[in-house]
């Protein structure tokens, strides 16, 4: 009777450990605050700093940055970061309204945005810098590396002319002119 029981109780406690639940591991979102609807403002801060060897232009090139920096917002898309790390962008672009969908990514502060342009194969935008929450606004932090690692990826995915319709130059020549680049936006909720 005793061997009985004990076998019984073996049988008991190894199912009991079968019937063990792994439950699913829910990672929060990094940034809560974010999700919502947002526009980038003008740049609220800028420097710039020019290669040795480009000094005599260093006015000609930081005119044409001070100038996006200050008169045109550098993300000019309203964006809709969605809790499921989607995203959807609108740009009233004059004669129609374009919009986008996409995903975004953030890894420690680094904020990187992915849109098509609804309707379209390749046209595709990227935006990638550093956030920063304060005041119940993001602070977006918009460094020369970053604008040339967005400008290729548009060259690659063919979508440069988006790009040049904001810069209106070569990018790439022009950056390669730059040491240093910092731009510092904000984006305010809608």
């Keep these: 009777m005793n061997k009985l029981l004990f076998l019984l109780t073996i049988i008991t406690l190894s199912f009991s450990s079968c019937t063990k639940v792994d439950y699913e591991k829910v990672t929060p979102h990094p940034y809560p605050e974010i999700v ?14 020019i290669e040795d060897a480009y000094k005599q232009e260093e006015v000609a090139i930081a005119d044409k940055y001070e100038t996006l920096a200050i008169r045109k917002p ?35 502060n680094k904020l990187s945005i992915v849109m ?27 460094y020369k590396e ?12 063919g979508s440069e002319p988006h790009i040049k319709s904001i ?4 990018e790439e020549e022009l950056l390669n002119k ?9 984006m305010e909720k809608v």
């Design 36 to 49: 919502g609807t947002w526009k980038f403002n003008l740049a609220n801060y800028f420097t710039i700093h």
């Design 74 to 108: 550098l993300i000019d898309l309203i964006i809709t970061f969605n809790d499921n790390m989607t995203c959807t962008g609108v740009k009233d672009n004059g004669n129609e309204v374009l919009r986008y969908k996409g995903i975004y990514t953030i890894v420690g």
């Design 116 to 142: 098509k342009l609804v309707g379209s194969n390749n046209q595709t935008v990227y935006y990638s810098g550093n956030i920063e929450m304060r005041y119940k606004k993001f602070f977006f932090y918009y």
């Design 146 to 157: 970053t604008i040339l690692d967005d400008y290729t990826k548009e060259i690659k995915s």
């Design 167 to 170: 810069f209106d130059f070569s």
């Design 178 to 186: 730059i040491s240093y680049l910092e731009m510092h936006l904000i």
